[in-house]
Nanobody, 121 residues
Framework: DVQLVESGGGSVQAGGSLRLSCAASGYPYCMGWFRQAPGKEREGVAAIRRSGGETWYAGSVKGRFTIARDDGVNAIYLQMNSLKLEDTAMYYC??????????????????WGQGTQVTVS
């Protein structure tokens, strides 16, 4: 099993920045960030594949968020810039052990962190 622990959430004013971190206990094939706001469906935000480091982003965050990985400490990060009110959500780190497409589809991920709240005001 892969254990995931997120950190770095908090409150920020619109236009500000936050950086989320996710430490993994194993070496999954791909890791990603998802978010869910109250009353809304879960949304895939960004993903990064271990092999080659290829990345994918939701259209709503492209150009503002950057996902990165540090294999040395087996962690991924989500740098969030130019935050908007609509970015307010619980953010979850997730990992998958399978290859294939649909990199931002939550049902393709096997392991989930406990979540960290991001509030933009």
């Amino acid at each position: 099993d892969v254990q995931l622990v997120e950190s770095g959430g908090g409150s920020v004013q619109a236009g500000g920045s936050l950086r989320l971190s996710c430490a993994a206990s194993g070496y999954p094939y791909c890791m990603g960030w998802f978010r869910q706001a109250p009353g809304k469906e879960r949304e895939g935000v960004a993903a990064i594949r271990r092999s080659g480091g290829e990345t994918w982003y939701a259209g709503s965050v492209k150009g503002r968020f950057t996902i990165a990985r540090d294999d040395g400490v087996n962690a991924i990060y989500l740098q969030m810039n130019s935050l908007k009110l609509e970015d307010t959500a619980m953010y979850y780190c997730a990992a998958r052990t399978n290859s294939g497409a649909r990199w931002l589809a939550g049902d393709r991920y096997d392991y989930w962190g406990q979540g960290t709240q991001v509030t933009v005001s």
